[in-house]
């Protein structure tokens, strides 16, 4: 069975500061991961994802992941945080192309000007 | 290229009142299709999926229901909404046999009042 564990329903940091959302998977093989962001009463959009290549994987708006097998993690971090990045960011897990996608709960980051 | 739509973008609705939410995807052919609800504070919730016309498969029993009469078309229904049917629906497509991830629609904001 798969799941996703997302710790911290709630990160603050303040502009220009580290980000780390942290993102711990289960899945009985070698898993598929993504990072999603939603803005407020929007869709969900593709940050970036893991497919079974490289283990550092750099998205869009300057996010990255890596996927770390021996930790069953994929943390999200960007270095530098921007009052853009205010939103809600879920990860997910596959355990294979086109199967079914288990959602974490989500982490609501907001960014302290 | 592929799009997804999804109408309408909000609705309030009295309990006991029907329900009907369209999801339409175009630019490909034979998706999976989902619908997602996420209560307020609360995270993704998978409702159906579909591998294909008239082919759905339920998650959680609950008050709702969904179809597919084109390929390309999924619908989410209640014959009496309820109070607890409040929250925002999402729907998202896939490609079969791909590692891409979902594409979600924009979303509707239903509240039952």
């Known amino acids: 069975a798969q799941s996703v564990t997302q710790l911290g329903s709630h990160v603050s940091v303040s502009e220009g500061a580290l980000v780390l959302l942290r993102c711990n998977y289960s899945s009985s093989v070698p898993p598929y991961l993504f990072w999603y962001v939603q803005y407020p009463n929007q869709g969900l959009q593709l940050l970036l994802k893991y497919t079974s290549a490289a283990t550092l994987v750099k998205g869009i708006n300057g996010f990255e992941a890596e996927f770390k097998k021996s930790e069953t993690s994929f943390h999200l971090t960007k270095p530098s945080a921007h009052m853009s990045d205010a939103a809600e960011y879920f990860c997910a897990v596959s355990e294979g192309a086109g199967n079914q996608f288990y959602f974490g709960t989500g982490t609501s980051l907001t960014v302290i000007p | 290229s592929q799009t997804i739509h999804q109408w309408p973008a909000t609705l309030v609705q009295p309990v006991g009142s029907p329900l009907s939410l369209e999801c339409t995807v175009e630019g490909t052919s034979n998706p999976n299709l989902y619908w997602y609800r996420q209560a307020a504070g609360r995270g993704l919730q998978l409702l159906f999926y579909?591998?294909?016309?008239?082919?759905i498969s339920s998650e959680v029993p609950q008050n709702l229901s969904a179809s597919r009469p084109q390929d390309r078309q999924f619908i989410l229904s209640s014959k009496k909404l309820l109070l607890s049917d409040s929250g925002f629906y999402l729907c998202?497509?896939?490609?079969?046999?791909?590692?891409?991830?979902?594409?979600f629609g924009s979303g509707t904001r239903l509240t039952v009042v």
């Open positions: 579909s591998v294909g016309i008239g082919q």
């Open positions: 998202a497509w896939s490609v079969k046999g791909w590692s891409g991830g979902y594409t």
